[in-house]
Every structure is written in C-alpha cells, then in structure tokens.
C-alpha cells in the first residue's frame, strides 16, 4: 500500500502565505514526481505545479512567481509555498506522486485525500 498524507491547509487571508507538506509513505521503490493539483467547486482537477526527481519543475501560470514547490528525496516529501494568496487560489489541493512499488513493477500514479485551503478578501 502507498499512502500520500497531506497538510498544512487552511484559511488565510488574501496577500498570506500557506505552506503545504505532503508524504508518501508505504511500499515505495522509486518516485519519479511529485506535484499539487487543486479543484475549485465546480470546476476540473488542474495542475498547480510539479517537480521530478532530479528537480525539474513546472507550474500553472496563475501561480508562477507566488507558489514554490521543492522536494525532499530522503523524506519522500514534497511540500508547496504559496505566496501572495489570492480568493481565486481557493480549492481542495491534492497532492500526487507518480511512482514505483518494486523494480520490477509499472509507474503508478497516486493520489492524497485533499486539503482545503480558503483565501477570503
């Protein structure tokens, strides 16, 4: 089993700053990336950012230059600085991992349960 373990979510004001941590834990051999998703009522999952292993990055443009995504190896963790929060960052954000549970398996990609974040005006 692989599990991805999400916090750090809340209510802020708009122009504060949340930090979001997310772990994987479980039967994991390797992790080839790991990257936030948020879903607005009413609206699709979309990507927010991601980094690879080796650190490799993207982000949505409605976040590049307010949002910094950054990655711990060792830890299996991958946390999410949001800047500069604005009333349209409100959503559930979901953490994901794509990733391998032995050599000899296939990539998987998983999901964490979602953690709201609520920026008011």
């Known amino acids: 089993q692989v599990q991805l373990v999400e916090s750090g979510g809340g209510l802020v004001q708009a122009g504060g700053s949340l930090r979001l941590s997310c772990a994987a834990s479980g039967s994991i051999f390797s992790i080839n990336a790991m990257g936030w998703y948020r879903q607005a009522p009413g609206k699709q999952r979309v990507l927010v950012a991601r980094?690879?292993?080796?650190?490799?990055?993207n982000y949505a443009d409605s976040v590049k230059g307010r949002f910094t995504i950054s990655r711990d190896n060792a830890k299996n963790t991958v946390y999410l600085q949001m800047n500069s929060l604005k009333p349209e960052d409100t959503a559930v954000y979901y953490c994901?991992?794509?990733?391998?549970?032995?050599?000899?398996?296939?990539?998987?990609?998983?999901w964490g349960q979602g953690t709201q974040v609520t920026v008011s005006s």
């Open positions: 994901n991992a794509v990733l391998r549970r032995a050599l000899s398996d296939y990539t998987g990609e998983y």
């Open positions: 980094i690879t292993s080796g650190g490799s990055t």
